[in-house]
């Protein structure tokens, strides 16, 4: 037994009030307490004398028939170390329903071993991990923590979903994202439907195309019923017409992000095709060095920026290219309001105009089929990089689980990934 530094019996309760308090274990009272090795084994009994009747809901003609045996509980872990409750099975009679019964803790629950919330602690360690993962931390049965978590993501993913759902409705000011994640790259894709503003990952759409989010939409309709001042989406085609037709009032913005790589592909065709008339030295140093092209120049050390007016100096193509690459970064940043904003987006593809190169002349045709669109942005100032930072939590999350088989298993396992300061643990 573990000596307590106190000798009369009042301070002994004192000592084990204390560590009662720190265990939170307000139905039960410390009796004993044992440690042993990297294990600390607590001996508990009842604070009341009697509980009612399951029956007849009292406790007046209830007596007690002694203790049957005590079943060894696991709880949280306390103090570095491992935490079993010694529950006492206490038998009973009520005399008015002539009824035997066992006492029933409200934290534990009949023939298990473990208390509630350790159950539910442990289901939440598997968020992040694996269920093999986060048994060898436990120090416990796979099979028992796989059957508690299938049971506890069903439930936490649900309530998670509905929580965040609620938080959208009532946003004054909801901005929603829309993406794909691919299942099997070039194969088959999801569709991620978030909340910008929350930060929140909404709902799993199975699909992208325009049938496929329809279908969705008519089993799902508690999605039409939301209210958003404007959504950001990649310039998907099936995803501007399904936005427009669920969300007609809605603001399309063109997710800044995706416009951008528009130009800067343009940029690298344009170094690929100028390295190729360099000679072999000035090709491979290009070639090499392609990424400081792509970089904003605000971002670059003294020492790229030097490296980069060599790369510039070998072509006055890329020079002029890389330039008006430069110019859109600027648009994005330094527009201050959407007049502004579209005046000079006109002028940007009147720069790009003037730049003879078809990968140039590409990029300018989808720029002026988006512009209304792309210009949105200065209406609200939102992009879907909270988005992809969903989308690689979701990527590692099928390399981590070999994917899951399972689709509503997938569904709510990424829920509670993209979702996991709302986990309550």
Known sequence: MLKV????????????????????LPELRITSVQKEMDTIEFGVEPCTSLQSCPTCRSKERVIRRGVAYRRKV??????????????????????????????????????????????????????????KH????????????????????????????????????ARPTLVLGLDDFAIRKGHTYNTGLHDLRGETFLDVIPGRTKEELHDYIEK????????????????????????????PSAIRIADRYHVNRYVTEALQHIRKTEQKKLTPHAGRHLKRNHHLIGKRQDRLTEREQ????????YSPLLQQAHAWKESFMDWYDK???????????????????SIDHPAVKSCLKTMQTWQEEICNYHKLRYT??????????????????????????????????????????
């Open 74 to 131: 696991r709880d949280l872990a306390a103090f570095g170390s491992k935490v079993f409750l010694h529950l006492p099975a206490i038998r009973l009679y009520c005399h008015s329903c002539k009824v035997s019964f066992v006492w029933d803790y409200e934290d534990v629950e009949p023939k298990k071993q473990v208390t509630k919330r350790f159950e539910k602690q442990a289901s939440s360690y598997v968020v992040g991990a694996t269920v």
């Open 220 to 247: 799902n309709p508690e999605w039409r019923t939301l209210q958003p001042t404007a959504v950001v989406l990649d310039l998907a085609r099936s995803y501007h017409r399904f936005v427009k037709e669920i969300y």
């Open 5 to 24: 530094p106190p000798t009369n019996k009042r301070g002994i309760q004192m000592y084990f009030h204390s560590i009662n308090d720190l265990l939170d």
């Open 134 to 169: 986060a048994a060898a931390l436990l120090q416990m049965p796979v099979t028992s923590l796989t059957r508690w978590f299938y049971r506890w993501m069903n439930t936490e993913s649900q309530r998670i979903q509905k929580e965040c759902r609620e938080e959208a409705a």
């Open 335 to 353: 527009s201050s309001s959407y007049n502004l904003a579209k005046k000079g987006f006109q002028r940007w593809l009147q720069d790009g105009a």
């Open 384 to 425: 879907n990089a909270a988005v992809e930072g969903k989308n690689n939590k979701i990527k590692a999350l099928q390399r981590r689980h070999y994917f899951t088989r399972n689709p509503e298993g997938y569904k709510q396992r990424i829920l509670l990934e993209c979702n996991e300061e709302k986990v309550q643990y």
């Open 306 to 313: 030097q490296e980069l007016s060599v790369l510039l100096s």
